[in-house]
């Protein structure tokens, strides 16, 4: 197995050197002092990145699915009645979790490639007089579809009948590449994983408890264990865990942090802008379109693109990782087959965007498509050279 | 930090090189078809760890505490009664973490330092005449007192009555380090982490079920989804995961098993038994004792060391940390204060354990314990000197 | 200092991932019995890529300047005539270390974009009837040009008068990229170092020597110790070194050709001819041409391009780095500000080769240069996604 | 090959993981800016070490023995006279390369074991009342013996007579490690290597010229390309190199002399001496004794321990290796197999050191010698114990 081709997949992304080598940090003890100085600047770290002030952030060895399930199982009982939103696979993983946990689940379905339906949420909240519905669920980046939605506008539409039902989250493909507003959104449980916007290998389940996420802990009967902020809690405050930490994942995170924030929070989030419309503009010189239906949707970490009718998208993808050693997202769920996917997010420049975008091409002129090679890239070339202005002060 | 002095800890320990580099891969595409050959081949390897032909293994991105909830929300339903026995904290977890899912737990608790009370689990199933236990937990090592129980007699205790209950076993301080006889013992769902017998870091729950257990799962109804084996099962068919998987944890596992089964487990077992043996002679020269009670009871992984009355042993760990820069294991619960622990797991030699011990030697005189210095490491070295055919056979 | 972009200088190369993790060993013992498991199968493989059975190969702690100064300290007395060709800054460099050694150089010197004038090379051999010329130098591939001359045409020429001089080749940035026929060629001395076509960090000097050049040591009256042969050579008879070897660099040399030959030494050069045939055509399609003056000079592993008159080719160069972190060659010595470099060699793919072209057009079209953006990657992918056949044959 | 167990060699030390890391860099651009802000500091770091303001540092790849070539190619010529004492291994080879290159060296040989006759050399200035010698060699620490010799009184041997010859030292063992002192002391060139007090990989030959030096070199005639310290002069003005740098190394060099500076030089020479007068109280405890006549040639970075007549002191360190995997060094030269070397310098603790000397009570006793296991252990642990104050201070 060879190594030389950056991935294109929308997460796990590459990984750079620096937090490889902060993750694989030798052994510690981790009931020592210097734990400390690991974990408390990565959970202060990751209130900047959410751009929180009050919520607690807790760090599980999980994936982000482990966050969802943080979320719920501390916050809910059998029964409970939670609003969703079914916009893609992801959220609809979201959704099953939350059925196979006993909950009483309202699905606002809408086609794959659209966001959070708002104004349905809104009639449904404003209908829900005697507040049966305990929590809001909402995936902010469908990193199935590449559809990024409106977390400020289910904030509103809840706050328009008052409804006391709180907002949880799946941040997962977004934090760390787009803007995220825990405070100002008024997000109570807010969900993602390492392995995305915060450049990091798969296997933390990061979370954050608004503090009315903390208050409803209490009296939620969900069982957990494994899961329950509780212990997390008890164990931050005197420098441990519940159980044993990732010691070098957690070190890593903290490096992540320090990162971004170097950077500057808005320089990582243009810089994914930039990056992402390039993919766009070469989407748009090779004629094909997002499978996200409107502009105010598209995704700056992700990208899925729809294919020809008639066309096996996956072939695509296939052929991009046997013939070019290349690895794009295939299409999951109901869009399998119609799209794939190139995941601009995290650890990527312009250069390394524009070998992802040639290979495409190939592919695409490999496998019968109606496409003129270097026809995108030129596209993305042009973007990426004229932005310069706004390269070189994200830089400054 | 440095890293110059190995740790002495009853887990994480000492990484090896090779799997440190196994861990830090670079990102690939785990939906790639490349991934079934980091997977398959790690499942393969732990069941031959774990001597078990015919159990199912699954990995969780999680700790061994993460692999404790999947063995009882894949298999029992709320009220279920579970038998288990208490001496040591990582048991008192366990037991925890059941009534906090509404299980019924006959709790067959012994004084710290002791065994499972299998004379008592054989009464106490004896009587359970119409099958109400469902489960019987059995902690194979207690990491806090250093003590390792006989699962073979736990599993005659069942085998008396011919009880029906499944055997569930932490293996999480045993497996890898000290012999773990799966199907012969009818071990129905065993546990454990990467980070202890197989030299890994944190990150990965392991566990594997029996058919009996697998058989379990669509009756229990505890609520499950991170940890539901279904999924993991469906997910390895196609050579995936229902989330994103850890790549580099599993091919870590993967090369753990592969450098276990080189050395040949006996040998591993060996190794381990032989330099316990050396700590052991140490602390007889120093005239100190074990939390174990009794040789058969004697854990190669880790020894619980009690201390004088009127010491506290905390001092000693925390003094070992501070001057010399070595981290051993202090007491935990209720041998807090009463015991330190020195960790013999893993990547360990002779050479290293002689550092830790006469590291320990200057602790316990610099805080004025009545210790010779030089005296347990001499037992140690005359020990290890004269057991070189064995040594030799092992390495050969 | 980020490092997501791959580099395109002409060496150092992109070090794979697998070499860096074999130089970056831990400490061992280089005078234990390991070390000989180590450095044999090395200089067994790197006769292997000589294409050479019966010459013996030397590494030092050294660049290839270090090999340069093996070859003639080794075999050469003040006085001593050599003839050299000169037609880029590293035979011009290799000159300049002859005369500072005090030897007598015949410099046959053609304008730079040339190769090694083998006619003139003949005539002077043949005009030597006293054979005073001792060596003939043969700089097989200028890095500073893009030429790669005709090693087998130059002994023609020693063989057309059956002259007796030695052969001495620069094999730099050829060898481990382009065929190289040590035995065939009958060639004296060979000399490359690390970071070229072995994909290594920088600090290995890597010399074979005939058994005629070996014979030529005794007499030689140069000063030397630190890069005498002989100590070199009683050093590995007893599986050691005159002073401290470099035991990772030289694992990493034992993994590197072992890289090389199960990829193919043939396929090898195949895959770097197909690459740098990509980027031949992208320069074709930019309307601009090689520094080389005819199609047989061409480099397999560097392209030094010529730019427009009037325009400073180092701008670009700088232009690349500063805008798009990405790093180029520059024009050396007397092409300085006339070309710039593109370097293909080692650890490469087409894919990683189409992201440093569409970098070279977006810096050509912001220099103002009339260059049309995609033309060149156009170009270059339709030759890389037709050459399937040769690609998979290869990779196969 | 597992590398679990701390090397006790003379050089290459165990290297810190930060150094390691430092060192294996991703391949950057030479010629980029970016390589001025490591070499730069690199080499004012160095120069702090070296407590020298006015000398110039210069890196070359190679080993130590190159930093020799360098230091006599440069300033000498075939004829010139050289006064140098012979008393151990290194001091012999420095005396050979001397002679190769047509130097005329007035050898004070003295018994193996001791240190530099400062008297003789003394005798020898004051005679030389026409300043025929042009250099006096002096190797301040004798790692083939454990000896170190007093350059300031060589410094004095030169000033009682007004003798305008230079000052060469070799510290390859000991700078980094022991004081040294080169503005104060009057050394004209200093020699050292990466891989002693500065904790690195083998592959940098570190020297230092004084203006004295500098001015000397126009003069020089001895042949030299390679080692021509005008080349890395003009080079490093330019932020360049003559040929390629070896990046990693010097960005490790950076971080090596940021380790030593943080630390505290003084610090760092203490902890030498802590460790070394440990192994130095074990080795009495064995009633065994140095090859080092008297105290204060006691080396602080090796100990040359003398075995008992009809010892074959190599079977010792071949025991060790076979038997307990632990490297210790051997006796060369003269006094092969009359003594084993205990390399304690460079990267570590009195933890570590512990294991070595347990390692080799064991061995002794394995193969007959009359020696207590524990016994020497017990000396060390005692002395390590009880310098807390020190230790304390050193670390403060």
Redesign the interface.
Known sequence: ???????F?P???????EL??A??M?????????FADILHPALAGVKQVLKTETAEVFLF??????G??TAI?NTLS?GDKVLASLNGLFSQKWI??CQ???LDVEVAAVPWGHGIPTDRYAEILAADTDHQIKVVLATHNETATGVVSDIAAVRAALDASNHPAMLFVDGVSSIGSMDFQMDKWGVDVAVT?S?KGFMM???LAIVAFSAKAMAAIESAA???????VRDMQAGYKINGY????????INALKMSCNMLLDEGLENVFARHARIAEGVRKAISAWDMSLCAVSPELYSNSVSAILTPQGFDANTLVSHA?E?????F??GLGEVAGKVFRIGHLG??????T??GL??A??CM??LGLDV????G??AA??F??SD?AL??KAAA
Do not use: C
């Open positions: 197995m060879s190594f030389q081709n950056p991935v997949i997460g796990p992304t590459n990984v750079p050197e490889r080598r993750a694989d030798p052994t510690m003890d981790h009931r020592s002092a210097h060895p999980a994936t982000g699915s482990g969802w399930e199982s059998a099953d979790m196979r946990h006993g994983g392995q290998p798969v296997g969900l069982p957990r264990w494994y899961f329950d519940p159980y044993t930490p990732q010691v070098g994942m990782s013939k070019y050693g290349l690895a997202g295939g650890s990527l420049t312009d250069v390394m524009l070998s040639a290979t091409e190939m002129v490999d003129k090679l270097g026809s890239v030129a070339q042009e990426y050279r310069f390269n070189h």
